[in-house]
């Protein structure tokens, strides 16, 4: 096929297929985790659908306070925090086994892992809670996340799915016959920088699907180890499955679908419950580049609860998924 003159039209059309054919390949071949999640089947997953469909939520509890949501946040970080520093240091994935919580009193109901080894909770989703259990799980997910060096794998993806997009971009333009005036030549510029912005969420978005089961993974270990009962905890999964409509996990999903979550976690409860050393893989144990007294003290003053949320700035952000309440800078 003779391929016609380059125009700003068909830069971006063949961009958007030579990023997505790219970034695909390049996933593909780089998006290994350092912990093997144990594998689901469709069998699985369709026992979990059965499950999220007939799942009934109980009756809406009292409604929280702000000093009791903020209190419920700290026993649950106090009781996971022993068993969350010997995973971390365990995975060795990250240099810091330490993080900073905080409480938000918002009403969405979210959680997010942020640079700078944070983690906020919202008061939304800690008031739907019915039991420690839950949030604990809520809150060992988030910190999984810092444990697996997911913000610095996201960044890093992310800045590798925009030089992909970019070095496309720049094959498809180079020597066009087809665009030779400034407003053109201005208009494929923008075109290839849009382009590369896509890029670099789809290689975040694509990895994002094992990173939160992953999180999940880990979350379940250090549930295991502080004493939590893992079927209690996996009641959040019901929920999120419930909330949400998507059934199947797509191409460009950042989370998995709800079912295959569900299953997912399911299999690492099975993992757990006959694992001898009640840690995550096979790997020797790695040595941490902190101690346990050095980890801070997690927030108990009002003023400062909510410090982190307040001052975000989504335009600071190099790319921000704000479904995913990642920043990458």
């Not at 709800?258 to 001898?276: H, M």
């Amino acid at each position: 096929m003779t391929r016609g003159p380059l125009t700003v039209r068909n830069c971006i059309f063949e961009t958007r297929w030579l990023l997505l054919a790219a970034v695909r390949i390049w996933v593909t071949a780089c998006s290994g985790l350092q912990n093997t999640v144990p594998a689901v089947n469709e069998s699985d997953t369709r026992s979990a659908l059965v499950e999220i469909e007939s799942f009934t939520p109980s009756d809406a509890a009292d409604p929280l306070s702000r000093a009791e949501a903020r209190q419920r946040l700290f026993d649950a970080y106090r009781n996971i925090k022993p068993a969350a520093v010997e995973v971390c240091r365990h995975t060795g994935e990250s240099r810091v086994c330490a993080w900073d919580v905080s409480y938000s009193d918002l009403g969405e109901y979210n959680a997010f892992a942020t640079t700078g080894y944070k983690v906020v909770v919202f008061h939304g989703i800690i008031s739907e809670t019915d039991n420690e259990s839950e949030l604990a799980y809520v809150l060992a997910h988030e910190l999984a996340h810092h444990i697996a060096d997911h913000i610095n794998e996201s960044r890093s993806r992310a800045n590798t799915g925009m030089m992909i997009t970019g070095l496309g971009v720049a094959a498809l333009t180079h020597g066009s016959s087809g665009c030779a005036t400034y407003a053109c030549l201005s208009a494929l510029q923008n075109a290839a920088q849009a382009s590369m912005q896509v890029g670099g969420n789809i290689g975040v978005l694509m990895f994002s699907v094992d990173q939160e089961k992953e999180a999940d993974y880990l979350a379940a270990y250090i549930l295991a180890r502080s004493g939590y009962d893992l079927a209690s905890s996996r009641t959040m999964l019901l929920k999120f499955g419930a909330k949400s409509d998507q059934t199947e996990t797509g191409f460009l999903n950042s989370h998995p679908a709800g079912p295959e979550r569900l299953a997912s976690y399911d299999k690492s409860i099975a993992e757990i419950q006959n694992d001898p050393d009640g840690l995550p893989g096979d790997e020797p144990v790695a040595q941490s580049t902190v101690r346990s007294e050095e980890i801070p003290a997690v927030e108990s003053d009002a003023s400062a609860s909510t410090t982190a949320e307040r001052n975000f700035n989504a335009r600071n952000c190099r790319i921000y998924l704000p479904k995913e309440n990642i920043c990458i800078h």
